[in-house]
């Protein structure tokens, strides 16, 4: 087995250990609301969670074209006269 793999799987043996240790009913206040609910159902809840907000942040971006003008790589990098008239005025 790759060490990858191994590490998956010790992680997820010591979190179902933790998850498992901790099912007593405890009181969780969110708001106005006060309501008594198991440690594990609002653990999972919380990992379930940061794992769906975990792989919406990590996702690559996409490039958005600006009105339909925009092109990747437009400008050439060894090109030093990129500023256009306006941006040369400001600067100086």
Not at 60 to 68: A, C, T
Not at 70 to 78: A, S
Request: without cysteine; proline residues 3%.
């Amino acid at each position: 087995m790759r060490i990858k793999t191994i590490v998956v799987i010790l992680i997820t043996v010591m979190l179902t250990i933790v998850l498992m240790q901790n099912t007593e009913p405890v009181t969780f206040s969110f708001l106005w609301a006060t309501f008594r609910m198991s440690k594990l159902v609002m653990m999972a809840a919380v990992g379930v969670v940061a794992f769906i907000l975990g792989v919406l942040v990590g996702r690559p971006s996409r490039v958005k074209k600006l009105g339909g003008t925009f092109i990747e790589g437009e400008h050439q990098r060894e090109d030093p006269n990129t500023l256009s008239d306006e941006d040369k005025e400001y600067i100086n």
